[in-house]
Structure formats: C-alpha cells, structure tokens
C-alpha cells in the first residue's frame, strides 16, 4: 500500500504561485512515476506534469514554462511549483502513481486563481 497525501493549495490572485506537495508513504519506491492530475468543476480530470525515476520531467503543454515538477527521494515528497497562475488553472490537484501494478490517488488539493 502507499498512501499520498498533497498539500499547499490555496487561493491566489491571477500571476501569482503556490507550490504543491505530495508526500508517499507506506510501499513507495523512488523508481515509481509521479504524477500530477488536476480536474476542473464539470471537466475531466486532466494530466499536468510527471517525474520519473531519473527525474526526468513531462508538461502538459497548458503548463510548460510556468509550472515545475521535481522531488526529493530521501523526503518521499514530489513538488509542484505553479508559478504566473491563470484563473484557468482553478481545479483540485491530486497526486498519483502506479507502483507495482496498482493505482493510488491523493485526497486532492484545492487551487483556486482569482482574476
């Protein structure tokens, strides 16, 4: 089992920044992806951003440029700096990852970008 938990959202004005973090526990490994989803009232949920073991990073291109995804393996934590935010990118954030064969899910964080 691995549990995430995401924290850091909040309210913030339209060009302003929050970072994200989603700490692991439990069965985690550092060789699992991790991923950042997001999903808008009435929309589908949506990939943001990736990191993979050799922290090699993956955007959405709604987001190149203005968010970074990174980690700290020795921490179990993954971060998602959003900076120059958009009232677009109002949703609730979750984390996820696939380790050995399963899905797991974060409870979500809420983003909200005032204009």
């Known amino acids: 089992q691995v549990q995430l938990v995401e924290s850091g959202g909040g309210l913030v004005q339209a060009g302003g920044s929050l970072r994200l973090s989603c700490a692991a526990s439990g069965r985690t490994s550092s060789s699992d992806r991790m991923n950042w989803l997001r999903q808008a009232p009435g929309k589908e949920r949506e990939f943001v951003a990736a990191?993979?073991?050799?922290?090699?990073?993956y955007y959405a291109d709604s987001v190149k440029g203005r968010f970074t995804i990174s980690r700290d393996n020795a921490k179990n934590t993954v971060y998602l700096q959003m900076n120059s935010l958009k009232p677009e990118d109002t949703a609730v954030y979750y984390c996820h990852t696939n380790s050995r064969g399963q899905n797991y899910w974060g409870q979500g964080t809420q983003v909200t970008v005032s204009s």
């Open positions: 990191i993979n073991w050799s922290t090699s990073t």
